[in-house]
């Protein structure tokens, strides 16, 4: 069975930065995506980025395009997402979720159906 663990976010003066971890665990296989997700108050969740296994292949929303980062830690089996020059509009709730595929994969999309295993969820604040 595969589990989602996310680390906890926090609150964050406009223009700082933060650092999400997600450590996904229990895959039958060694190929997977990982999509990053976050739902403001009052808003639809919507996705943020996402990263493919095969290659380290990465992908970005346009709104956190050259502010966001996702990396791994194969030692540590955690995918990381640096969030950087952070905006009260980044605020929500942050969601990390994965799908694993029997084949390397090298691309990804941040689709709410195309994963079936969700971390909690961890609230990031942007607010002076």
């Known amino acids: 069975q595969v589990q989602v663990g996310q680390s906890r976010g926090g609150l964050v003066q406009p223009g700082g930065s933060l650092t999400l971890s997600c450590e996904a665990s229990g895959f039958r296989f060694k190929n997977y995506n990982i999509g990053w997700f976050r739902q403001a108050p009052g808003k639809e969740r919507e996705g943020v980025s996402c990263?493919?296994?095969?290659?380290?292949?990465?992908y970005y929303a346009h709104s956190v395009k050259g502010r966001f980062t996702i990396s791994r830690d194969n030692a540590k089996n955690l995918v990381y997402l640096q969030m950087n020059s952070l905006q009260p509009e980044d605020t929500g709730v942050y969601y990390c979720?994965?799908?694993?595929?029997?084949?390397?994969?090298?691309?990804?999309?941040?689709?709410?159906?195309?994963?079936?295993?969700w971390g909690q969820g961890t609230q990031v604040t942007v607010s002076s």
């Open positions: 990263f493919a296994s095969g290659d380290n292949s990465t």
């Open positions: 979720a994965t799908r694993e595929y029997y084949n390397p994969t090298y691309y990804c999309q941040w689709v709410q159906e195309q994963y079936d295993y």
